[in-house]
């Protein structure tokens, strides 16, 4: 069943996502079980076993791309000797997160929403993102992430 995408929609997945950064950082300070939180916001978001997943995260740059969830596992959680520089984008933890959208597109196989999201952390210190996140509907007609990619804004030397 392919049904279109709606705005509403994208943003409510969207915001699932940003939340389910904040929930991880939290339950890891909580000493829980974060991993176990990571695996289940990647299989909740991402289309990984159903699709081709381009994810580019925000703090990633050897390698750069995660075509794997054990390789999106690994950015929001770190630990994986195979990616060093991953120190845990959800380990933060992050307090809030806010997002502008600047743009939608959308037709019956693929929704592309572009913008900057801002997470806020304890100290109430803000980060802001630029990303591009891309759903598509998967067998179970929930939405999922098949693009995701995020970097910082530029900065002129």
Known sequence: MNEQFSKEDI?????????GIIRIG??????????????????DLYGYGESKVLFKPTKATDPQFRASKEEALSYFVGGNNEF?????????PWEKVRFEVHGFIANFKQAIIMGNY??????????????????????DNSLKLNLHHSSFPFKPE
């Not at 974060?34 to 916001?41: D, F, L, S």
């Not at 060093?84 to 933060?92: K, N, V």
């Not at 997470?119 to 891309?134: H, L, P, Q, R």
């Open 84 to 92: 060093p520089e991953d120190q845990g984008f959800a380990l933060q």
């Open 11 to 19: 943003l409510q997945r969207q915001y699932d996502w940003g939340n």
């Open 118 to 139: 801002f997470f806020i952390d304890a100290n109430g210190g803000e980060t802001k993102v630029e990303y591009t996140m891309g759903f598509f509907r998967a067998a």
């Open 26 to 43: 939290k339950i890891y300070t909580a000493k829980g079980d974060y991993v176990k939180a990571a695996k289940e916001h990647i299989d």
